[in-house]
């Protein structure tokens, strides 16, 4: 092995969850997420930070049975804040590698209504192996049922028009840069790509993968706003107003 990559191996990984009122999906979310741990190399140190955010629901309860199988830190935090939350998760975690140098380590996010695939985590680490320090990842729907298929449909062309989305489900960057940057900033929304675009200003070149798919919820009631949620319902009302303008079909009028 050469220095240059030796300098870069992977020892430790921190996921960071936030979870607020996450009760109905949060098992499985748990689940997906212990089989992608379950395909890392026993010799890597995983640990994974799950951050109450202001929950009044069961979901403490799940993150703390789900806890016992796995090495998990149980962060509580009052901010409401999704970035505030992301924040503490990636503190905690740092904090719990005292004697680890920070380029050693990479922190992952993904988010309580979704679930990752089991190459998730391995994906991130082939990629901070080759020399990656920021890494995203592309998310999927699978349930439209409550959204309208012209919904799906419009969001779904979008979607795959885009080169370079970029995510707080499936997002992960090299502990160096993320201190080096000033870490995960307490906005309400958009925190990830806050964070990614200052690790670019910083001369970062990221890493899309294009191979592994996050899959999210299309919830109609928002965790963070401006969030995915509301993109959805965006898009939602903007087909709304489409079809509005339509002429009727088969000879038929109406006023608009």
């Not at 092995?1 to 996450?22: C, D, Q, S």
Request: aromatic letters at 6%; proline letters at 4%.
């Amino acid at each position: 092995m050469t220095t240059a990559r030796a300098t870069r191996k992977t020892r430790a990984i921190g996921v960071v969850l936030p979870i607020h009122n996450e009760e109905e999906v949060l098992a499985a979310t748990l689940h997906a997420l212990g089989a992608s741990i379950a395909a890392l190399p026993m010799s890597l140190d995983c640990r994974v930070a799950l951050v109450l955010d202001s929950c009044s629901d069961s979901s403490a309860a799940i993150a703390r049975r789900w806890g016992r199988r796995h090495r998990v830190l149980l962060v509580q935090c009052d901010a409401a804040n999704v970035g505030a939350a992301r924040r503490a998760g990636c503190n905690a975690l740092l904090r719990s590698w005292p004697r680890l140098h920070p380029r050693h380590v990479w922190l992952s996010t993904t988010d309580a209504d979704s679930q990752v695939p089991r190459q998730w985590l391995a994906a991130q680490t082939a990629a901070h192996q080759a020399g990656a320090n920021l890494w995203t990842g592309r998310v999927a729907v699978k349930d439209w049922s409550r959204h309208g298929p012209d919904t799906a449909q419009r969001w779904t062309k979008e979607y795959d028009s885009e080169s370079a989305p970029v995510h707080g489900a499936s997002m992960g960057i090299s502990a160096q840069v993320y201190l080096d940057i000033g870490g995960f900033d307490a906005l309400l929304t958009g925190e990830d790509r806050d964070l990614y675009f200052r690790a670019c200003a910083a001369g970062v070149i990221p890493h899309h993968d294009t191979t592994v798919n996050v899959v999210t919820s299309a919830r109609r009631v928002a965790r963070a706003p401006l969030g995915f949620a509301h993109v959805l319902a965006t898009i939602e009302r903007e087909v709304a107003g489409i079809a509005a303008r339509q002429p009727a079909a088969l000879g038929c009028t109406r006023e608009v």
